[in-house]
């Protein structure tokens, strides 16, 4: 007991008395208190006060208000081991500062500006955690978006191969051997922007022909498919994502499984490579390299190559050299468009075209 | 021992004790009088709480308590001098703070004892009863006189019992009784309580010169020794102005566009106002903004947003004290306080200048004519687009990706004389591109592409050496070979002969496409004009053979937007 009196009087020796050459009479009750700088993001604020000639004071009032905000609240002081305080609530990692001024109101009905007004409040700059900094840094990139809705579809033409003799993909296919197919998908992704930066669930439908390895050998086929791929994408650095991704579905044969793993390098910088690998039993693989930018205002681009053997798990991998564009419309809604072109062979290739819309919110 | 001479210890005691001599106060007098528990530079907290009647702002004697030895009984007693005043500048419920704001005769120190002059009376005069039992013979039987023993007491001791010692100063002289000897030597002993060392000092030397054969001057001699040693000590070190002080400073770091103001809370002393100076780092000199005083005791300011850059800035703060002494509370201007600036939260790397896409197309001719009475196509057909992204990373500077389609027919040279056809050949490709700089000067690219020829995919490399920086003017030597298709060799000069007119020389040797293995070499000039700051629009001219006969010109066109 006594070291606490002792430990109080020395802090109220230290928190010395106001001392401008203007500072009120000795009779009138004053506030001591070191303003605040600076305070962490999503912790509380708290606002030590000493108060002389307490006898005369009714309470001690913080007004407050995230920076910016126009309407101010009220805290009241409350007793904290011989001194007072004000626990201002933790504010979320967007608020940048946070405005205050203290009032004190006297036991005669009046009050008493007695640091800062509401014309001329003082600002504590919020500085988030470090993990939370990240997290700040990257939601405000992404325009303070988490949740993207994504539907998109796309038509791939790999050519049509000249069937020399039924020997490519079998006597009854004709005299070419069609290799093309459309999918459209569907995708909901929420970003957490934290060691987990983000989920998502994609649906995919695919239908079109190719050609199938069979018993009888190389054979045209319907092919199709119907899958629902989960991803989770890890912060490894801060430019560096890892995204896991687990698909199961069924083809025109049967149920598939699959799996896959994509590497973000340049997350939250101006261009981004990824590097991914994807396969499904009974469909195919696909690797890939994409370089996505986004330097030009609102202007999403990007260009890709891709190896793949889908969708037929087809003996002849194709070659993918794609492209992207898109437009950012308001905060919430994109649209994409994509081109390219696509071979397994030299003397046969087409055109791929393609687009989504996102929503993001 | 005669009841007289112990009623004269006990008043000497009383006037020792009374106010001045206690070891161990009564209640009464623990309200009234504390001791210093700590000492914490200019400030001493004592353990007097509000009952002691202390006031904020008053001032109240600090005593040093000191040991002293009767000459007579050679009893030790405890007595204090004064120190000087100290001011009362906050009242507990248990403890008190005072404020040294005067040179005291010494430092201050815990146990050093306080009086407040406004505590209540008590209801009784305070006997110092510790005193008491200290001069009892019981506890202290008195030593016998050196030379003579008094036979009766002296009066003066019933007068000090009677009468508060602070109240009545005792004179020896009045006492009767008491032989001359013994009286001199209480008279100055008397005097010299509550008196400081150096006046004690003097009076017992004063005593001494006068009183040489006094059989009191052995124990006078002793007390004198003691009290020179307890005088000799270091002269109080003088008490500077009180200096006004500051709660409060800037955030240690700031983010771009957060305003930086300050607010600071001032003590100790009373200030006129004050001012912030801030500069860029490193920068001769500051720009200096006015505090505006606030509520109380707060002085308030910011510094220009012209300052709060990604640099970041120094400062320091000025209070100015009613002496017209500027004081620095925050920094100096010698070593000023940093400020560190960062982007904000939102602020992605500045993209300008990231991003360079080039568009190419060729035709070239090698040779085509009309051999006996056909026709022999001998072209080619290039195509290329590359999207190039300049990191900023100190190693890493770019990275490319391209796509490229070439295509050509021709014949072998050695079956250009038979009847065959023109063969045509196509490659699809695309690649990746990694650009490293392990200087400014010199980079690096290397290159791995994929594509699809006659068989399928074919996959291939390329790597160029870079001389020279990437907008300027450089020199690049480079090769690539790309399975079932062939290799290319290759050096180019780019240059600027005007910042508006980008030129390029190249040569290069290969055999792709329609050479089938025969060699072409080729030399390409082209020449740009730089429409905008971000578009580039050039042609280009070529002359390529494969051997002396078989060649042709080509021609081509390249776009570029940097941005």
Known sequence: ?361 | MTRRRWGLHLAVAMVAAGGTVSAQPAPEAARREGTVVRVDGDLLVVDLGRDSGLVEGERVPVLRPITVRHPITGQSLRDRFPLGTLQVYNVGGALSVLRRTEALLRPPAVGDRVVSPNAPEPREPARPTSAVAMATPGATPRPARPTQQPTTPPPIAATWEQAPAQSAAPTAAAAPGVDAEERAVLTVFLSTLGQRPADRVARWTAYLREHRESPWAERVRAELASLLHFAAEPPPRPVAPPLPTARGALATSLRLGDPARVALQVAGAPVLGGRISARRPGAERYVTVTLVRDGDGFVRGEVPQSLVTLEGFEYFVELDTEGGTAVSVVGTAESPRSVLVEPGPGDAPDPRGRTRIDLRADFADVGSRTIGSRYVAQRFVLVEGDFLQRLDSRVLYGYRVGFGVYSGEGLPLSQLAGDLAAQPSTVVYGYHELEFSPSGFVHVIARVQVGVHRGGLVGGAQARLRIGEERRTNLVLGGDVLTEVGQKAFFALNFQPHPAVPMLAQGEVFNQSIASGDPMFRVVAQVGWRATRWLTLAARGSYQLRNIQNGGFGAGLSTTFDW
Do not use: K
Request: glycine content about 12%.
């Open chain 1, 1 to 361: 007991m006594r070291t606490a009196a002792l430990c109080l009087a020395l802090s109220l020796a230290a928190a010395a008395r106001p001392a401008l050459a203007q500072s009120p009479a000795a009779d009138v009750p004053t506030i001591e208190h070191a303003p605040l700088a600076a305070a962490n993001a999503r912790e509380p604020i708290v606002l030590r006060f000493g108060v002389r000639h307490l006898e005369r004071v009714a309470r001690l009032v913080v007004r407050w208000r995230p920076g910016g905000a126009a309407a101010w609240r009220t805290s009241v002081a409350v007793r904290d081991s011989g001194a007072w305080r004000v626990d201002l609530p933790a504010q979320p990692i967007t608020a940048r500062a946070v405005d205050y001024y203290v009032v004190l109101e006297l036991v005669d009905g009046s009050t008493r500006a007695s640091f800062a007004s509401a014309e001329s409040p003082h600002r504590v700059v919020l500085r988030p955690e470090e993990s939370d900094e990240r997290e700040l840094i990257e939601l405000t990139r992404n325009r303070g978006r988490r949740l993207e809705l994504t539907g998109g579809g796309e038509y791939t033409d790999f050519g049509s191969a000249p069937n020399e003799g039924g020997a490519r993909c079998g006597a009854a296919s004709g005299a070419r051997c069609p290799d093309h197919w459309y999918t459209l998908w569907g995708e909901v992704r929420y970003r957490f922007y934290r060691r987990v930066r983000s989920v998502a669930v994609r649906v995919d439908r695919l239908d079109g022909q190719t050609t199938r390895t069979t018993f009888e050998g190389p054979r045209t086929r319907d092919v199709g498919l119907v899958a629902a791929t989960a991803s989770v994408e890890f912060r490894l650095v801060d430019i560096v994502s890892l995204h896991l991704l687990g698909t199961i579905g069924a083809n025109e044969e049967t149920v598939q499984v699959g799996g896959g793993v994509r590497l973000d390098v340049g997350t939250g910088l101006p261009a981004v490579v990824s590097l991914g690998f994807q396969g499904i039993t009974s469909y195919g693989l696909t690797a890939s390299a994409w370089m996505r930018w986004e330097t030009a205002r609102d202007t999403p681009l990007g260009a890709g190559i891709e190896l793949t053997s889908q969708p037929g798990a087809n003996a002849q991998w194709g070659l993918r050299l794609l492209a992207e564009g898109g437009r950012h419309f308001g905060r919430h809604l994109t649209v994409l468009a994509r081109v390219g072109y696509g071979a397994r062979q030299q003397d046969a290739g087409g055109f791929t075209g393609g687009g989504a819309v996102r929503l993001a919110f």
